[in-house]
């Protein structure tokens, strides 16, 4: 096993140290409880707890909302409004699945409207920044979709897409696969991540009409499988995580034209690893100083010191995801925790984070949990 594959005595005591000064901290014991909802892949939909960050309790508190196989979840800006991705094969009579939206009042979701994606196995929604604009991203299909918003209700489809492209790896990359919706961090592009096809599709955006016109495409190494994206605070650098090959491609975003360049790639395996596997999520701390990426079937969570100006990353260590296939990972609001959602173990892990050096804890609590795909702090 290489050096960072378990933390130091050192790094591991800095942690704990800095999980006890949360537990002790004046502020976060007076800190209320916070609504979390979590995204379920099964019939219950989008499930509701309680979080508790001076203890790192989760605390089940119901159904939130039923709608069958929710995969992503995601706040309007404002944070009045969530909407929901839905990956069932038909909808309203149609094969396709389904996007909802929420009003977000209390604790409490409140159901607003329904619509049908533009194919099936419906995987993810984002939100533009002006809370206008909502994208859909559909795997089994290979298409995306946009909908324009109105007071946190859902259009119909105002743009669709269908794509075509399909990569090496004959297993996984048949036919598109569109993945993973996002937005530049001057509102003015969309991107649509396509694992089938190996590439990410560039579009102008007008938030007015929820309209995307291509602009380019960014390809990525034949057999990666384009994932997920996510740009950094620095405004320029952006982390594209392939699922296919456990890479991630760092990347220049230029905001002349919304295009993307290769800067350099970062293999999240450890060396000599050959068995399954499949990168999968990325966080990325508020000041930009560190940035966290998951892989699945062997199942680790990899942490990274990054540039705040470069973006560029050097890696602190590898430590557990706490279960099975982690789906999406996410530090809370204080950034002293990162909870994981892990799909196939049904269970959410949390490990204490020291947020000086970044270095997440090798223990942490586990909560069980149906299916979890996706996590949001109300």
């Given at each position: 096993m290489d050096k960072l594959d378990k933390l130091n005595r050192r790094d591991f005591m800095m942690t704990a140290s800095a999980a006890t000064l949360a537990l002790a901290s004046p502020s976060l014991a007076a800190t209320p409880r916070q609504r979390v909802f979590i995204g379920s892949n099964k019939p219950d939909g989008i499930l509701a707890f309680d979080w508790?960050?001076?203890?790192?309790?989760?605390?089940?508190?119901?159904?939130?909302?039923?709608?069958?196989?929710?995969?992503w979840i995601t706040f309007s800006p404002d944070r009045q409004f969530l909407f929901a991705a839905s990956e069932v094969d038909s909808f309203n009579g149609k094969p396709t699945g389904a996007v909802a939206s929420f009003r977000v009042q209390d604790g409490q979701l409140h159901p607003l409207s329904e619509q049908n994606s533009t194919g099936t196995g419906t995987c993810h929604v984002a939100?533009?920044?002006?809370?206008?604009?909502?994208?859909?991203?559909?795997?089994?299909?290979?298409?995306?979709?946009?909908?324009?918003?109105?007071?946190g209700n859902l259009?119909?489809?105002?743009?669709?897409?269908?794509?075509?492209?399909?990569?090496?790896?004959?297993?996984?990359?048949?036919?598109?696969?569109?993945?993973?919706?996002s937005f530049s961090p001057d509102n003015r592009f969309a991107y649509i991540n396509d694992l089938g096809g190996d590439r990410i599709h560039i579009y102008d955006l007008d938030p007015a009409s929820a309209l995307l016109t291509p602009a380019s495409v960014y390809h990525a190494r034949p057999g990666a499988g384009c994932r997920t994206l996510h740009f950094h605070p620095n405004g320029?650098?952006?982390?594209?995580?392939?699922?296919?090959?456990?890479?991630?491609?760092?990347?220049?975003?230029?905001?002349?034209?919304?295009?993307?360049?290769?800067?350099s790639r970062l293999n999240l395996l450890p060396e000599g690893y050959h068995g399954s596997t499949r990168a999968c999520d990325t966080v990325i701390s508020r000041d930009g100083s560190f940035v966290y990426f998951a892989n699945r079937d062997d199942d680790f969570l990899f942490s990274l010191h990054a540039d705040p100006k470069t973006g560029a990353l050097t890696p602190i260590?590898?430590?557990s995801c706490g279960g099975k296939i982690p789906r999406n990972f996410v530090l809370d609001p204080t950034e002293r925790w990162m909870i994981v959602a892990n799909q196939d173990s049904n269970n959410v892990s949390v490990f204490a984070r020291n947020p000086e050096?970044?270095?997440?804890?090798e223990q942490g609590k586990?909560?069980?949990v149906a299916a979890p795909m996706c996590i949001l702090f109300a």
């Open positions: 508790d960050p001076a203890t790192a309790e989760l605390t089940p508190a119901g159904v939130a909302a039923k709608l069958d196989n929710v995969d939100v533009d920044h002006t809370g206008r604009v909502l994208l859909s991203a559909d795997y089994g299909g290979g298409s995306a979709a946009s909908f324009l918003v109105t007071a259009s119909p489809a105002v743009w669709t897409e269908h794509y075509t492209a399909h990569g090496p790896n004959t297993d996984r990359q048949k036919s598109a696969h569109a993945h993973f919706a320029h650098t952006a982390y594209c995580v392939n699922e296919l090959d456990s890479t991630v491609d760092i990347l220049e975003w230029h905001k002349a034209d919304g295009s993307l360049t290769l800067i260590g590898r430590s050096t970044g270095v997440l804890a586990s909560v069980a």
